[in-house]
T-cell receptor, first 113, second 107 residues
Framework: EPEVTQTPSHQVTQMGQEVILRCVPI?????FYWYRQILGQKVEFLVS????????KSEIFDDQFSVERPDGSNFTLKIRSTKLEDSAMYFC???????????FGPGTRLTVL | AQRVTQPEKLLSVFKGAPVELKCNYS??????LFWYVQYSRQRLQLLLR??SRESIKGFTADLNKGETSFHLKKPFAQEEDSAMYYC?????????FGTGTSLTVIP
């Protein structure tokens, strides 16, 4: 059964550094999402992406964040200058338009030191 | 503003007992609601959605627009139901999650 994959599983970075989190959505899906979950808190929507552009974004998704689908298979989240409070689990999801169900990746744990 | 509330952070029940995980929402439009489950060391996965009106793993959830609730129920809890449960609401192409309820089923 196809799955959403994410790399790396854990990323450690210094404050102020740029990070790129990678996701490979399920191949025939058209909607892609990024969420984050700070330890002990709820899953928070960051951004949705459709037809090669951002569909919706939350207030968390400020100018430090960007998303890209560089090659038709990968879907990346870039954080330009990481802050301590960016430490969280980041989940990618993709959606099958016929059923509307989101399929989640296993997450990338980002630790900012 | 859209909001999903799960009032119980932790819930413990004995095996074979009924279980109800509460979810309330606020949304001005016509809601589409979901329950997601995350078993230990596994990814988030869809458990059920209100528009399909189906029972998955013995769980059901009914949308009550009058009470703005979408509580998840199972008549007889099993040990394998122990997991984190998230209620979610879809508004356009955004999804709003509750804070989650950690269910422990005691053998």
């Amino acid at each position: 059964e196809p799955e959403v994959t994410q790399t790396p599983s854990h990323q450690v970075t210094q404050m102020g550094q740029e990070v790129i989190l990678r996701c490979v959505p399920i191949s025939n899906h058209l909607y892609f999402y990024w969420y984050r979950q700070i330890l002990g808190q709820k899953v928070e929507f960051l951004v949705s992406f459709y037809n090669n552009e951002i569909s919706e974004k939350s207030e968390i998704f400020d100018d430090q964040f960007s998303v890209e689908r560089p090659d038709g298979s990968n879907f990346t989240l870039k954080i330009r200058s990481t802050k301590l409070e960016d430490s969280a689990m980041y989940f990618c999801a993709s959606r099958d338009t016929s059923s509307g169900e989101q399929f989640f990746g296993p997450g990338t744990r980002l630790t900012v030191l | 503003a859209q909001r999903v509330t799960q009032p119980e952070k932790l819930l413990s029940v004995f095996k074979g007992a009924p279980v109800e995980l509460k979810c309330n929402y606020s949304y001005s439009g016509s809601p589409e609601l979901f329950w997601y489950v995350q078993y230990s060391r596994q990814r988030l996965q869809l458990l059920l959605r209100h528009i399909s009106r189906e029972s998955i793993k013995g769980f059901t959830a009914d949308l009550n627009k009058g009470e703005t609730s979408f509580h998840l129920k199972k008549p007889f809890a099993q040990e394998e139901d122990s997991a984190m449960y998230y209620c979610a609401l879809r508004a356009g192409n955004q999804f709003y999650f509750g804070t989650g309820t950690s269910l422990t089923v005691i053998p």
